[in-house]
């Protein structure tokens, strides 16, 4: 089984940072792409941010230029830095992996973590 741990959330003013990170664990062969998502108060869950085994990146709009996601598939952790956060940033980051190899012949898909909350305010 693959456990999902996401750690870094808490208070920050608006325009400061915070890094977010997710430990994978578990049997762990490979896992492929791994990504962070959002879930504000009445607002559905939205992807964040996305990032390839090979490293390629994808990000919502939203967090374009301010935000950075990374991984190391050594340690099987993926991380997101949040830069010039605002109000609208504000939401329980949720880690996701949308398959992992957990042997030879058997893979898990879309693994989630249980949140870290982040809140932007003065």
């Known amino acids: 089984q693959v456990q999902l741990v996401e750690s870094g959330g808490g208070l920050v003013q608006p325009g400061g940072s915070l890094k977010l990170s997710c430990a994978a664990s578990g049997s762990i062969f490979s896992i492929n792409v791994m990504g962070w998502y959002r879930q504000a108060p009445g607002k559905q869950r939205e992807l964040v941010a996305g990032?390839?085994?090979?490293?390629?990146?994808n990000y919502a709009d939203s967090v374009k230029g301010r935000f950075t996601i990374s991984r190391d598939n050594a340690k099987n952790t993926v991380y997101l830095q949040m830069n010039s956060l605002k109000p609208e940033d504000t939401a329980v980051y949720y880690c996701?992996?949308?398959?992992?190899?957990?042997?030879?012949?058997?893979?898990?898909?879309?693994?989630w973590g249980r949140g870290t909350l982040v809140t932007v305010s003065s």
């Open positions: 996701n992996v949308d398959r992992v190899q957990t042997s030879m012949h058997s893979w898990a898909f879309e693994v």
């Open positions: 990032i390839t085994s090979g490293g390629i990146t």
